[in-house]
Structure formats: C-alpha cells, structure tokens
C-alpha cells in the first residue's frame, strides 16, 4: 500500500492540534536562532517503527534540519538504544518532540505485537493480517507499522475491496444475493475489486461457489475442526482466511489448518505503547 498521502495529512493535522497557532513556551525562551542536538533514546525492548516518519515530521517544520539515523525501521530494540540524533534550531526539536514521540511509541507498540504474532507462525504458509481496528485518523501509521512488525495489510478502508460480512448477508437476503448484486454493482460502476466474503457455516461455502465463488472466503468464529473441512472444500478455488475468536494461543493451531490468512484485530487495538524519550544531548 502506497501511505504517502494519507501520513502527509496526518503530520499536518498533528502540527495543528499540538502547535496551533505557536509554540509560545518555546518563542518565549528560546531565541529563533538556537541551535541545538537531541536524541531518540529506546527505554524498553521491542520492534522499533516510525524511525523514517519521525525524520518526515521534523523535515516537515524545517527543512534544514539534520537527521541521523542510527536504527532502521523493524529492528528489535533494547533499553539504551539511540534511533537517532537530530540536529537543528531548538525550537523546531521542541515543537516536534511530542509528535515524533506520540507516533513513534505507538508505532513500535504495533510493530512489537505484530512481530509476536508473526513469530508464532513462522515455518507455515499462513500470514497475519491487521484489520480496520485502528485508531481513527492513525490507521496509516498503524498498518505501516504491522508491515514493520512482519505482518501484512488487509484493505485499507471500504473503499479498496468488496468485504461481505455478515450484516451485508443479512441485510441483502443471503448469500446467493449480496454476490449477485455485487456483481452488477462493479459492472455497472465499472470498479475492479476483490471480493471477500465471510460464511458461518460449512453450507454457506457451498453457496458461494454455487453463486459463482468469490476470490476470498473468510472463516468467521470457525473451530480447527470445521476449519480442517472448509479448507478441504476451499483449497485451490479461492483463497481463505480464518478470523474471530482468534488468539495468540491458538493462532499456530488454525496457521496448520492450511488457511492463507488470519486476520488479527488485536494488532492494533490492543496494544501498549513503547517507551522512549527525546531529549537534550552534545
């Protein structure tokens, strides 16, 4: 996925909402024409992300300022790693310490789950995918970071992909419908999509391909026995994905089903923010 745009936006929107109309706690005590050097100081072990966000943030209020980089994006980290040193006017470092920080903690919080959940799958074909679970206004940053951690994106928003859940299902009259009417609907609006379509039952599977099949099928809320017989039914017609009630101790278990995909909302929405600091140094 291509974030540019969406993280242009969002630094702008940060700068607004932190700095306003001015640092004035900053223009009060410090001449414009400090200089001055800080450094992003890592206080507790993870998966480092937003490292090459952070150097877009302070690039973002000036131009001239000097980044080095020490740590790439998607390194595990210890306490006392140094991510990097910038250099620049002290009041550009000040008016962004609290942005870079708010980003990057977050980001390596979502970077460090993500890795975990990799992990655990590991030697298996099966992938884990983030979900729209994401803070709102931060759901770029937040699947960069589980691509960081090792993970990788479902679609980005309701825009980029046909997902039939169950209330579409419902609301359509079934199965058999909300695929015929998807049909026509990117016929008619001419829209290339991919369409997802989640079943609850092993004969829901059966009437997807007798509607004429869909290019995912995701598995909702499906025990490892069922999910065993849909992969069955499923294997080489469709890709398949496995999601809901799924944890990180079960998560290898329904990986060696055979699925392709397990979507994992916690990636996102239950994570805890990394620690670091950005502060003065020579």
Excluded: W
């Excluded at 480092?48 to 973002?60: Q, T």
């Excluded at 008619?188 to 007798?210: M, Y």
């Excluded at 099928?217 to 994905?241: H, Y």
Aim: proline share 1%; with cysteine.
């Amino acid at each position: 996925m291509n974030f540019d745009k969406y993280i242009d936006e969002l630094i702008e929107l940060a700068i607004k909402e932190d700095i306003g109309d001015g640092d004035h706690t900053s223009l009060a005590t410090i001449p414009a024409d400090t200089t001055g050097k800080m450094q992003l100081l890592v206080k507790q072990e993870g998966v480092i992300a937003g490292v090459d966000i952070a150097e877009r943030v302070f690039k973002r209020l000036d131009p001239a300022v000097k980044f080095e980089k020490r740590i790439e994006d998607g390194t595990k980290v210890k306490v006392g790693d140094i991510a990097f040193y910038v250099t620049g006017t002290v009041r550009t470092l000040l008016q962004s310490e609290r942005i870079v920080l708010n980003i990057m903690q977050r980001m390596s919080g979502v970077a460090t789950q993500t890795a975990v959940y990799a992990d655990e799958l590991k030697g298996l074909k099966t992938r884990v995918l983030d979900t729209r679970k994401t803070t709102p206004g931060m759901r770029a940053l937040d699947k960069m970071a589980v691509v960081i951690g090792g993970g990788d994106n479902h679609r980005m928003g309701l825009f980029d992909m046909i997902l039939l859940k169950d209330n579409h299902i419902d609301f359509a009259g079934g199965v058999t419908a909300a695929l015929t009417r998807t049909r026509e609907y990117l016929k008619a609006n001419r829209k290339d999509l991919k369409i997802e379509i989640e079943v609850r039952t092993l004969e829901n599977i059966d009437e997807v391909f007798e509607a004429g099949g869909a290019d995912r099928i995701m598995l909702d809320n499906f025990s490892i026995e069922d999910t065993l017989k849909a992969v069955e039914k499923i294997a080489g017609r469709a890709e398949i994905e496995s999601s809901g009630g799924i944890t990180l101790a079960n998560l290898r278990e329904y990986g060696e089903c055979g699925v392709d995909v397990i979507s994992v909302g916690a990636l996102t929405h239950q994570i805890k923010s990394i620690d670091m600091s950005l502060k003065y140094c020579n």
